[in-house]
């Protein structure tokens, strides 16, 4: 294609110094005929102004006219915004953003970082009973109890119902003092029981 017959073109060029090279490019390149001819010519001019400008310091803050065909105005180019590129040239170091501010985060963050510090389970002061585990069936008599009040109320009704019976049987009227006071305390101790 046409970028190989370029480089084969300017490859086979001696190298002299830089103006003699440029018109020796033009004799090589104006042997071989391609459509992107006069593109190649002005590419290849600008990267010698570049050269020439890396070289020549001083003569790098002058800005080249560039020729405009038919005299069309050519609008000035818009210069670049560089962040993090030093620019070597001064036009373009006019366009250079300053350093960002840069915000303290901790200062910003130091009540939400000691409010998020983890704060010990126990004290000194704290009552062991209190954090210490339930058995694993206080929920199951927690429900029980108002089952077994009623129960309990059903029991004694069984008992005194059992003792007059057995009364009825003996007829000795001592016996039936003994046979209550011993119900009585087996209902107080049963349910003496059953609280602890």
Same mark, same amino acid.
């Given at each position: 294609?046409?970028?190989?017959?370029?480089?084969?073109?300017?490859? *086979?060029?001696?190298?002299? #110094? #830089?103006? !003699? %090279? *440029?018109? #020796?490019?033009? $004799?090589?390149? *104006?042997?071989?005929? /391609?459509?992107?001819?006069?593109?190649?010519?002005?590419?290849?001019?600008?990267? $010698?102004?570049?050269? $020439?400008?890396?070289? !020549?310091?001083? *003569?790098?803050?002058?800005?080249?006219?560039?020729?405009?065909?038919?005299?069309?105005?050519?609008?000035?180019?818009?210069?670049?915004?560089?962040? !993090?590129?030093?620019?070597?040239?001064? @036009?373009?170091?006019?366009? @250079?953003?300053?350093? +960002? %501010?840069?915000?303290?985060?901790?200062?910003?963050?130091? %009540?939400?970082?000691?409010?998020?510090?983890?704060? +010990?389970?126990?004290?000194?002061?704290?009552?062991?009973?209190?954090?210490?585990?339930?058995?694993?069936? =206080?929920?199951?008599?927690?429900? /029980?109890?108002?089952?077994?009040?009623?129960?309990?109320?059903?029991?004694?009704?069984?008992?005194?119902?059992?003792?007059?019976?057995?009364?009825?049987?003996?007829?000795?009227?001592?016996?039936?003092?003994?046979?209550? !006071?011993?119900?009585?305390?087996?209902?107080?101790?049963?349910? =003496?029981? /059953?609280? #602890?």
């Amino acid at each position: 294609g046409f970028s190989s017959v370029l480089i084969q073109a300017t490859m *086979s060029m001696p190298s002299r #110094n #830089n103006d !003699n %090279d *440029s018109n #020796n490019t033009e $004799q090589s390149l *104006s042997m071989v005929s /391609a459509p992107g001819l006069e593109e190649a010519m002005r590419r290849k001019e600008r990267l $010698q102004r570049l050269r $020439q400008r890396q070289l !020549n310091p001083e *003569s790098a803050a002058t800005v080249e006219s560039v020729d405009t065909p038919a005299g069309i105005p050519v609008a000035p180019p818009v210069l670049p915004v560089f962040r !993090n590129y030093k620019a070597e040239t001064d @036009h373009l170091a006019a366009g @250079h953003l300053p350093a +960002p %501010d840069l915000v303290d985060v901790e200062s910003r963050l130091g %009540d939400q970082l000691k409010a998020a510090e983890p704060k +010990p389970l126990l004290t000194a002061d704290s009552d062991i009973t209190a954090i210490a585990p339930k058995k694993p069936d =206080w929920d199951l008599k927690r429900g /029980a109890e108002r089952r077994l009040a009623k129960l309990e109320r059903r029991t004694q009704r069984a008992i005194a119902e059992l003792l007059r019976e057995r009364l009825k049987q003996q007829k000795d009227p001592e016996s039936l003092v003994t046979a209550v !006071n011993a119900a009585a305390d087996q209902a107080r101790m049963g349910s =003496w029981q /059953a609280a #602890n």
